[in-house]
């Protein structure tokens, strides 16, 4: 069993993929674009910002000053 310091919070499934993929692309992905799409995806989300903006907002109830 996991502890709660290594449970996932959130995570985008290959079906969350996919879906782009469709209304993007106007096809599904291939089993080696998933794997690059899904290797890369991270590098283009800041996860601390979002993080700090989800913290002011549901735990001090305010927006982050930035």
């Known amino acids: ?5 290594e449970e996932t919070v959130y ?3 290959v079906e969350d993929l996919q879906q782009v993929a469709k209304e993007v692309l106007e096809r599904e ?3 080696e ?7 890369a995806v991270g590098d283009y989300i800041d ?3 979002a993080i700090e903006h ?3 907002r549901c735990i ?7």
């Open 1 to 5: 069993m996991k502890s709660a310091s």
């Open 11 to 13: 995570e985008i499934s």
């Open 29 to 31: 992905l291939t089993n």
């Open 33 to 39: 674009e998933i794997a690059a799409v899904g290797n």
């Open 47 to 49: 996860w601390f910002q």
């Open 54 to 56: 989800a913290i002011h």
């Open 60 to 66: 001090c109830g305010s927006n982050p000053p930035f």
